[in-house]
């Protein structure tokens, strides 16, 4: 980052002496004022709760501009990775900063094939949960546990070691989920097959049984690896934003990211694809498009609390460049299917199309975000519902890792502690 010429002035209309903080420059973007001191010269702290304004770090890895609707992989538009990369190219794009060589892309994809499968007693993990307990949850326990596995391997502090936790979970993360997946539905467990692409390697694992030969679709292949090279990384959302609190103390990189799979399940966050396929679902047994008024009227009324999941953004302020590339994969995958007059996605597209003229959602700046489509996509793959945020987890757990990485190389990072207005009770003594 770079000191700006100029500075910003503080003053204070009740004649307390003014502050002078430094501007930084990126390299796009907004520029940012350095309150680092501000407690040291003032005595107060800054408030901005839920962080609307506020930069918490500096980061070379993913840009997004939400007027623009524009999203940056290392400074490649998502639009041109979603459709010159597959998911790992994609991996290694954000964990190293460059696209790889052919070399380095046969060697990453090796490396990641050989540790796709995990250690054999990682299934008696999944035997405390109940079969109906949520995917994410037991996402959450699974990876958790993974740092007992691996504590000895990973010091933070050495640059070799986070990259190889990095490499383990991204090739694990897969087996776990649909392991997940397979124990809800009470089927054996699938083992990763070399033979196969990553995405292929998942589908196979969720789906396959014994009784019957697999065939990866490779329509349906090319859809997966394309949800996952859109929900890969985000900037600092609120799991990654996690993760990197987290792991600001020092902690097993892997229990860093166990908490931001916990952070993303939350409807608000990498929840809303199951929560707007259930709600799609709703509208759909309610009546369907006939219907939409009704529950658009619902959405604009502030008491129902009823949200047009899928739809508005902290950032983007525009149209969600992944929702567009999703409903392109979604039409790819309804025709290979045969399902282009599915619906759901009809009631999807009729949803959007009453939104976006409607003034509610107009001067809101609300838009379609990238879970709007996910979940379309995902049901007609046959992923069920409940799985959709751990495909999302699985799918980011390599934007967690390059965060997570990028903050451990920063030689100014420090533990995360935010202070607080308190509003609580002065000082008093107990009776
Ligand atoms: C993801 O941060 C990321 O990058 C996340 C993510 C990633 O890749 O990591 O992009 C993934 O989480 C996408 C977002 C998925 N969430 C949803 O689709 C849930 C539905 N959307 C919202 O709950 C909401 O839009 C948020 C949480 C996404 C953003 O909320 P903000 O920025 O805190 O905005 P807000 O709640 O302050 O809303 C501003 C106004 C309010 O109305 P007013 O009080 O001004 O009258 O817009 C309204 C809100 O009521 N509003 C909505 C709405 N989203 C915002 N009204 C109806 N439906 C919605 N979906």
Known sequence: ??????????????????????????????????????????????????????????SAITYI????????????????????????????????????TAEQSREFHKDIANHMMVHEQVRYFLRGFRRDAHPMAVLTGLVGALSAFSHD?????????????ATLLI?????????????????????????????????????ATPCAPYEVNPVLERAMDRIFILHADHEQNASTSTVRLCGSSGTNPLAAVAAG?????????????EACLNMLETIQREGGVAKLGEFIAKVKDKNSGVRLMGFGHR??????????????????????????????????????????????????????NVDFYSGIVQRAIGIPVNMFTGVFALARTVGWFAQLNEMLEDPEYKIGRPRQLFTGSQRRDIA
């Open 261 to 273: 799979v916990a952070c993303l399940w939350g409807p608000a966050h990498g929840g809303a694809n």
């Open 153 to 165: 391997m990973h010091d933070v502090s050495n640059s070799e070691h986070r990259e190889h936790a």
């Open 65 to 100: 501009d939400g007027d623009k609707g524009e999203l940056l992989y290392r400074g490649y538009p998502i639009e041109q990775v979603a459709r010159k990369c597959d998911f790992l190219d994609a991996c290694y794009l954000l964990l190293k900063g460059e696209l790889p």
């Open 315 to 368: 950032v983007y302020k525009n149209y969600d460049p992944r929702a567009k590339l999703m409903q392109e994969t979604c039409n790819e995958v309804l025709g290979e299917l045969g399902l282009e007059n599915d619906p759901l996605f009809a009631l999807a597209k009729a949803l959007e199309k009453v939104a976006l003229e409607d003034e509610y959602f107009v001067e809101r700046k609300l838009y379609p």
């Open 171 to 207: 090739a694990q993360i897969p087996t776990l989920a649909a392991m997940a997946y397979k124990y809800s539905r009470g089927q054996p467990y699938v083992y990763p097959d070399h033979s196969l692409s990553y995405a292929g390697n998942f589908l196979k694992m969720m789906f």
């Open 1 to 58: 980052m770079k000191l700006s010429d100029a500075k910003a002035t503080l003053t204070f209309s009740d004649g307390r002496p003014s502050v002078e903080l430094p501007i930084y420059q990126g390299s796009i973007g907004p520029e940012v004022i350095d309150i680092r001191k501000l407690y040291g010269q003032t005595g107060m702290f800054t408030y901005d709760p839920g962080f609307l304004s506020t930069a918490s770090c500096q």
